[in-house]
């Protein structure tokens, strides 16, 4: 587990200096149009292709700190085995769909691999390295479903599976961080 949480910090990491790099990009891009009317070439399709890296390697650690959307009204007032279970039955149902969402994107981006597939455009950007980042933050977040679905039935098991906190509840007990 402590592999999987430096990777984690790692990709995020990675997702934290692509937002950087894009907001840098954009602002150096309007100053030059606005001043020079000399823009940097391509700079859209940078864009499109950090935003890759910004959206997907981040999705494993979020799911690591159970930040993502959840809409609790109805499962607050429930025991917390019933929460449990109803996370678990919510994450495999996740991981079966994320599943074949990851071998779909690395179908994509094996093809655009195959064919040296590229934007069209001034630079001619090769298409698979937005592909692959796509790829590799889809399969952490897969694999991050597997271990949390194997934890939780494992933790149903054995009576120690502690359900997720609502957001209301983290705010209140003053634990933002989880």
């Given at each position: 587990?402590?592999?999987?949480?430096?990777?984690?910090?790692?990709?995020?990491?990675?997702?934290?200096?692509?937002?950087?790099?894009?907001?840098v990009?954009?602002?150096?891009?309007?100053?030059?149009?606005?001043?020079?009317?000399?823009?940097?070439?391509?700079?859209?399709?940078?864009s499109?292709m950090?935003?890759?890296f910004?959206?997907?390697?981040?999705?494993?650690?979020?799911q690591?700190?159970?930040?993502?959307?959840?809409?609790?009204?109805?499962?607050?007032w429930?025991?917390?085995?019933?929460?449990?279970?109803l996370e678990?039955?919510?994450?495999a149902?996740?991981l079966?769909?994320?599943?074949?969402?990851?071998c779909?994107v690395?179908?994509?981006?094996?093809?655009t691999?195959?064919v040296?597939?590229y934007?069209e455009?001034l630079?001619?950007?090769?298409?698979?390295?937005?592909?692959f980042?796509?790829?590799?933050g889809?399969?952490?977040?897969?694999?991050?479903?597997?271990?949390?679905?194997?934890?939780?039935?494992?933790?149903?098991?054995?009576?120690?599976?502690v359900?997720s906190?609502?957001?209301?509840?983290?705010?209140?007990?003053?634990?933002?961080s989880?």
């Open positions: 587990m402590k592999l999987f949480e430096t990777i984690d910090r790692f990709v995020v990491a990675i997702a934290a200096v692509a937002l950087v790099v894009m907001m990009l954009t602002t150096i891009s309007v100053i030059g149009r606005y001043f020079f009317s000399a823009p940097i070439p391509d700079d859209l399709v940078f499109e950090l935003m890759v910004v959206v997907f390697l981040p999705f494993s650690a979020v690591a700190k159970r930040e993502h959307v959840a809409v609790t009204i109805f499962t607050d429930m025991p917390n085995n019933a929460k449990v279970v678990t039955i919510g994450v149902v996740g079966g769909i994320f599943t074949l969402v990851t779909a690395w179908t994509d981006f094996l093809l691999w195959e040296k597939a934007v455009g630079l001619e950007l090769p298409e698979y390295p937005a592909r980042a796509a790829f590799f889809l399969a952490l977040f897969t694999v991050r479903l597997l271990i949390d679905v194997v934890t939780s039935i494992h933790g149903l098991a054995k009576g120690t599976a359900a906190l609502s957001e209301e509840a983290r705010l209140m007990s003053g634990d933002t989880e």
